[in-house]
């Protein structure tokens, strides 16, 4: 079954260390996403890519960074310049940037301690 | 103003009732609307997409937008607790999507 996957599922971050997401994707999707969603607030985009080697930054790229080496794979590093990374983080892709809907991964909770 | 304004609920509904998610928006470039379901602690999922003026529906659900008002709404009939998660309406524009934070159903048996 095609999908996207997320991994690791829960993930513990210390103060000061850099921590990478992984998403990978089977769908054949050409535009990949990043997310970010803390309570009471509607989903942001950190980067999104929709291309091979190619990435933009979305709203609060700030203290996040990618890559896009293959269609399939769109890892995100939250580097320790990122100062309130505690979160859920949801990886998503599209077919083609205006195709319509996203499909979204599980989400990885990220949790400072 | 947000750029999407949805009620964060919840809104509470008795079972086989008909619920009614609200949803207005600023963007007057905005082009298409979605609605996605999203249970506690797990990813969202597309469930109704519209993009003309009018009532588009797809089973239980019925999305309905009025470009004029800035107001898009998504309908339940026959609520199921099954239905309970937070609703999250979507607006895309030109190269810009916005989320809103969601509206809280609770579907009471």
């Known amino acids: 079954d095609g999908g996207i996957t997320q991994s690791p599922k829960y993930l513990f971050r210390k103060e000061g260390q850099n921590v990478t997401l992984s998403c990978e994707q089977n769908?054949?999707?050409?535009?990949m996403y990043w997310y970010r969603q803390d309570p009471g607030q509607g989903l942001r985009l950190i980067y999104y890519?929709?291309?091979?080697?190619?990435?933009q930054k979305g709203d609060i790229a700030e203290g996040y960074s990618v890559s896009r080496e293959k269609k399939e794979s769109f890892p995100l590093t939250v580097t320790s310049a990122q100062k309130n990374p505690t979160a859920f983080y949801l990886c998503?892709?599209?077919?083609?940037?205006?195709?319509?809907?996203?499909?979204f991964g599980s989400g990885t909770r990220l949790t400072v301690v | 103003q947000k750029e999407v304004e949805q009620n964060s609920g919840p809104l509470s509904v008795p079972e086989g009732a008909i619920a009614s998610l609200n949803c207005t928006y600023s963007?007057?470039?905005?082009?298409?609307f979605f609605w996605y379901r999203q249970y506690s602690g797990k990813s969202p999922e597309l469930i109704m997409f519209?993009?003309?003026?009018g009532d588009k529906e797809d089973g239980r659900f019925t999305a309905q937008l009025n470009k004029a008002s800035q107001y898009v709404s998504l309908l339940i009939r026959d609520s199921q607790p099954s239905d309970s998660a937070t609703y999250l309406c979507v607006t895309r524009g030109y190269q810009k999507v916005t989320f809103g934070i969601g509206t809280k159903l609770q579907v009471i048996p």
């Open positions: 769908l054949n999707h050409d535009a």
């Open positions: 890519s929709q291309i091979v080697n190619d990435f």
């Open positions: 519209i993009y003309s003026n």
């Open positions: 998503a892709s599209k077919a083609s940037p205006g195709y319509y809907g996203y499909t």
């Open positions: 963007d007057r470039g905005s082009q298409s």
